[in-house]
């Protein structure tokens, strides 16, 4: 065991949008275990744009302090366990998941960490919150098979398990929201969205909120041509992607037709556009590019490439014809005002995340106002219900096997990036808040 660890601090409060210059990788004591303490060593840990309310002053209410100069970032990890007391009910060896990464070692109180089974194939995928899609799904919007149902912020960690979850629940159409084309496409072609729509960013040309966001995707030729959303061929003549009505009972759901005969799936065409992609000095690993099981779907799905200038409603309003009756929000802003524009009577509305507020350069991150009509909320009877972490806790046992059968079966799969290198984790966390990557952003120790 080294005797000393290394960890990443917050080094100056910064001015706007954290970049890898406000944080030092510097060099600590190795943690010394104190009574009924566990010393692990971190194997993964989250990189979380929760950080960024963090940094800029927390939320009041929220249950996690808020950092300042000086101190380590924590989060989500996966670590395993190197020394226990003998009634900690954890040997050296085993995986458990505390709060405290961003370090590549940690004593770690009783009562701070959680065992890990063998109930995910993948011990990373646990870091993928995919039980706040699925409870937010299930339990607050309360999908019914043929819903509507549109994700924003639909390509991020949460966001591309829930538009996949919605599917396997059997929604009968699956629009999400992102920042690129090229990740919108993605969404229709890996992840089985029917339709993608655009955000504003400064690759298409309506704010310079992000200068460096997505710089990968101005490469691409069809982004300031056509206006439509993205949407699915396959959707109409799928004839074997229709809403599963018993998949939101069935714990022993088969896996999906199209995934189960996905023998022929085609090298992912969009690999070779992305710049990004295999090339990047952090050497992230895409672990889902290509590989997906939905991805089987796509040999056949021709997406139309939005330019995205469109306003955001209008792109909601195209994709989605008939309105939407579900919405997980992970962004709110624009996008929660077009969900309600376009939303069917009787729609239901789960408010999971902030995203617009959280990473606007012009905000600390710690606030997320946004401005509704609330004339149609009564008109329309929508329902909106903030998600909190208890819910996510009250699918637990239920989640995790379903989670982990979906999984295994191939029926779903967990985006995500791995970033080697804890001296690495800065510049994760600011490519994530640019928008850089789709899925569960992870450094692996
Ligand atoms: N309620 C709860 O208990 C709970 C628990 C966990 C997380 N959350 C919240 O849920 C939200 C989603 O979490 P996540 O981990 O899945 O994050 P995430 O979507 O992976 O966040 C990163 C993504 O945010 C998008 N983004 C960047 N700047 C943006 C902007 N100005 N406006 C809109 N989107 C922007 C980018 O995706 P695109 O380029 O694809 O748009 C980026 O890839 C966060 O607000 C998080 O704090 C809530």
Redesign the pocket.
């Known amino acids: 065991m080294p005797g000393r660890s290394r960890e990443v601090q917050l080094a100056v409060q910064p001015d706007g949008l954290p970049k890898p210059e406000h944080f030092a990788v510097v060099e600590a004591p190795m943690p010394v275990p104190g009574d009924g303490e566990v010393l692990v060593r971190n194997r993964f840990f989250h990189v979380?744009?929760?950080l960024r309310?963090l940094i800029g002053g927390s939320v009041k209410g929220a249950p996690f302090p808020r950092l300042r100069p000086g101190d380590t970032l924590y989060g989500k990890a996966i670590a395993e366990v190197m020394s226990a007391p003998p009634d900690a009910g954890v040997q050296p060896g085993d995986l458990v998941q505390p709060w405290l990464g961003w370090r590549e070692y940690a004593a770690v109180p009783a009562g701070q960490w959680s065992p890990l089974d063998d109930a995910l194939p993948d011990p990373a995928a646990h870091l993928g919150?995919a039980a706040?899609a699925y409870t937010a799904l299930t339990r607050d919007a309360r999908l019914r098979p043929g819903d509507t149902v549109f994700v924003s912020?639909?390509?991020?960690?949460?966001?591309s398990l829930a538009g996949q979850i919605a599917r396997a629940l059997g929604a009968g159409r699956v629009i999400g929201?992102?920042?690129?084309p090229d990740?919108a496409k993605r969404l229709v072609t890996e992840l089985g969205y029917d339709a993608a729509v655009l955000?504003r960013?400064p690759a298409l040309g309506t704010t310079d909120?992000?200068p460096e966001?997505?710089a990968h995707d101005e490469t691409n030729p069809l982004a300031a041509t056509d206006a439509r959303p993205v949407t699915d061929a396959l959707a109409a003549t799928d004839t074997q992607h229709e809403p599963d009505a018993l998949a939101a009972t069935d714990t022993q759901h088969e896996p999906d037709a199209l995934a189960a005969t996905d023998t022929q799936h085609e090298p992912d065409a969009l690999a070779a556009t992305d710049a990004h992609a295999g090339t990047d000095a952090l050497a992230a690993t895409d672990t889902h590019r290509g590989t997906g099981a939905l991805a089987g779907a796509d040999a056949h799905r021709e997406a139309v490439v939005p330019g995205g200038t469109d306003p955001f409603v209008d792109q909601l309003a195209k994709a989605a014809p008939d309105g939407i009756d579900v919405l997980v929000d992970?962004?709110g802003?624009e996008?929660l005002q077009a969900a309600i524009a376009v939303a069917r009577p009787g729609a239901r509305f789960a408010i999971?995340?902030?995203?617009?507020g959280?990473?606007?350069p012009d905000l600390a991150g710690a606030t997320a106002p946004v401005e509704i009509d609330t004339f149609q909320l009564i008109v329309k009877g929508i329902e909106i219900r903030?998600?909190?972490?208890s819910a996510?806790d009250a699918a637990g046992p239920e989640w995790t096997e379903r989670f982990g059968g979906w999984l295994r079966s191939g029926e779903i799969t967990f985006p995500h990036v791995r970033v080697a290198g804890i001296e690495n984790a800065p510049r994760a966390l600011h490519e994530?808040?640019?928008?850089?990557?789709?899925?569960?952003?992870i450094v692996e120790l």
């Open positions: 979380s744009p929760a309310t919150q706040i912020g639909g390509a991020g960690g949460i966001g929201s992102t920042g690129s990740k955000r960013t909120a992000h966001t997505n992970n962004v802003g996008q999971v995340g902030t995203l617009a959280q990473l606007s903030g998600f909190g972490s996510e994530m808040i640019g928008g850089r990557h789709l899925g569960t952003v």
